[in-house]
């Protein structure tokens, strides 16, 4: 290539303005079946875990049917059904949703692997995190019937880095649908979604936002069926949806984050367990005590940030849409 061509002037050409958006994007969740065969042999696939990890940076969101021991299911919402009556339970945006916190019993014998560290999970969480991710968090809520939603939120309000940092999995207890509240996705929010969506200091993403979205990726409803599993990123938006049904809806939550990550928050559990979860593929950031009141673990104050000096040298960097990625909700 002679010298001359890299002095020839680049030519101007006229800047069209992308078309106004007048259809609805696709909305579905994509679905990954677990064959029999698999689950019970409990090694994911490098097929599954490519596919997985595709749609979560895709989507934000992907659920993996048939990876849990419906049994397994059944012993735990026989549990927590029964108590879910609890009036000194905490309640997620007020007691008006009848959402309530209400955490998995952690001990030994319910502490079964394929809900605390699915396998399936665990291998796409390493793919999509690095080696070893790490739980910060062992939680779930319970929807009773109720006629007030949530608003549509993310999990995380504060200054956070726009590359996925903490992902969620979500267990349903049972088969959800429309009627026992299945919880609002806004498939793709996660793209978009930095501190600035949100009402000052709280989850809730603003209401103008809200609608400008909802014009061309309008929410659905996640429907699955009990064995279940749903992986999405923190950064998602979502709802808790009202449960019109007098039965409960039980839903199970496990944040993980890298482990390069170095995040705060811990779960409580207790001794005697420490040596089975120390087993398990993934890492558990724990705070170990005699013993642990399950009923008495709340959310209200949990902190998914990080203790990396090095990501609050460049937290305000990072935590914005840079000039160069165009805002679009």
Same mark, same amino acid.
């Given at each position: ?93 007020? $007691? ?129 069926? $009990? ?67 399950? $009923? ?34």
């Amino acid at each position: 290539m002679s010298q001359d061509s890299f002095q020839n002037p680049i030519q101007e050409l006229p800047i069209e303005k992308s078309p106004p958006r007048t259809h609805n994007h696709e909305r579905a969740i994509h679905t990954i079946h677990i064959p029999e065969s698999i689950r019970q042999a409990g090694l994911a696939t490098n097929e599954l875990i490519l596919e997985a990890i595709a749609f979560l940076h895709c989507d934000g969101i992907v659920v993996l049917e048939n990876a849990i021991d419906t049994a397994h299911l059944d012993t735990l919402n026989a549990i927590l059904s029964a108590i879910a009556t609890d009036p000194f339970h905490y309640f997620n945006f007020g $007691k008006e949703t009848q959402n309530m916190d209400q955490a998995p019993p952690p001990t030994r014998e319910l502490m079964f692997k394929d809900v605390w560290c699915n396998p399936f999970a665990a291998a796409i969480l390493s793919g999509m995190l690095g080696p070893r991710p790490v739980l910060h968090y062992a939680n779930g809520n319970t929807a009773l019937r109720a006629t007030g939603r949530q608003p549509v939120h993310s999990d995380c309000e504060f200054k956070h880095p726009m590359f996925p940092f903490a992902m969620v999995i979500n267990i349903n207890l049972v088969d959800t649908s429309l009627e026992n509240g299945a919880t609002e996705v806004w498939v793709g929010s996660h793209h978009v979604s930095t501190v600035d969506e949100h009402e000052p200091g709280l989850l809730h993403i603003k209401k103008e936002v809200v609608e400008e979205r909802r014009k061309h990726s309008p929410p659905i409803q996640a429907c699955t069926k $009990k064995g279940s599993l749903v992986i999405r990123d923190l950064r998602f938006w979502h709802a808790g949806m009202p449960n019109k049904t007098d039965e409960p809806r039980v839903m199970l939550a496990f944040v993980v984050q890298p482990a390069w990550f170095q995040g705060r928050s811990k779960v409580k559990l207790p001794l005697d367990v420490k040596d089975m979860v120390e087993s398990w593929e993934l890492e558990f950031n724990a705070e170990w005590v005699s013993e642990v009141d399950h $009923k008495k673990i709340s959310s209200a104050d949990v902190d998914f940030g990080s203790k990396s000096e090095v990501l609050e040298k460049y937290r305000e960097k990072l935590a914005h849409n840079p000039g160069y990625y165009v805002s679009s909700y």
